[in-house]
Antibody, heavy 124, light 108 residues
Framework: QVQLQQWGAGLLKPSETLSLTCAVYGGSFSDYYWNWIRQPPGKGLEWIGEINHSGSTTYNPSLKSRVTISVDTSKNQFSLKLTSVTAADTAVYYC??????????????????WGKGTTVTVSS | SSELTQDPAVSVALGQTVRITCQGDSLRNYYASWYQQKPGQAPVLVIYGKNNRPSGIPDRFSGSSSGNTASLTITGAQAEDEADYYCNSRDSSGNHVLFGGGTKLTVL
């Protein structure tokens, strides 16, 4: 049973860098695609980006210029950095692990493990 | 297109059946996954693949797909099913991950 534990600073000032880390316990680290997702207050889920165990990344085009996701396979951890934050970056940030595959020509992709979320507030 | 579209809100009478839909071009090649989110909690996977439920998810939850539309059906909705529901897949290129805007389900 894979479990995720996430942590990082919860209060930032505008222009600072958001930094969060997610540790993976149990299961196989290399089986998953590791994601960061955020949810502004009262709004829906927004995908931030993804990394696999070999370090290949993909980011939401709307955030790509400010986002870096990295992985430390020796610690079974992955991290998120978001630069130049503003009040619009205030949200609950989740880490999640996804399974990605194909069966009979049809792809499947699902996030079956989630962290509890970290509330990040950007305020001067 | 790189979007998944959901109705913002749906309601169902207690014990009745409700279908929540998700539309997007990527769903012609991807099975949607579905998540339930209750206030103050992280999302929980309820349906993945063609029609699979993780351990612990009641069998009143089921999934289906036709063309560019995926559906989550709750047969015999319970009060505890009142929540926000999100669909998810990758985009048609496979390069990015998509979430639908979410559907708020009210059980009357």
């Amino acid at each position: 049973q894979v479990q995720l534990q996430q942590w990082g600073a919860g209060l930032l000032k505008p222009s600072e860098t958001l930094s969060l880390t997610c540790a993976v316990y149990g299961g196989s680290f290399s089986d998953y695609y590791w994601n960061w997702i955020r949810q502004p207050p009262g709004k829906g889920l927004e995908w931030i980006g993804e990394i696999n165990h070999s370090g290949s990344t993909t980011y939401n085009p709307s955030l790509k210029s400010r986002v870096t996701i990295s992985v430390d396979t020796s610690k079974n951890q992955f991290s998120l950095k978001l630069t130049s934050v503003t009040a619009a970056d205030t949200a609950v940030y989740y880490c999640a692990g996804a399974i990605f595959g194909v069966v009979i020509g049809y792809y499947y992709y699902y996030m079956d493990v989630w962290g509890k979320g970290t509330t990040v507030t950007v305020s001067s | 297109s790189s979007e998944l579209t959901q109705d913002p809100a749906v309601s169902v009478a207690l014990g009745q059946t409700v279908r929540i839909t998700c539309q997007g071009d990527s769903l012609r090649n991807y099975y949607a996954s579905w998540y339930q989110q209750k206030p103050g909690q992280a999302p929980v996977l309820v349906i993945y693949g063609k029609n699979n439920r993780p351990s612990g998810i009641p069998d009143r939850f089921s999934g289906s797909s036709s063309g560019n539309t995926a559906s989550l059906t709750i047969t015999g909705a319970q009060a505890e099913d009142e929540a926000d529901y999100y669909c998810n897949s990758r985009d048609s290129s496979g390069n990015h991950v998509l979430f639908g805007g979410g559907t708020k389900l009210t059980v009357l």
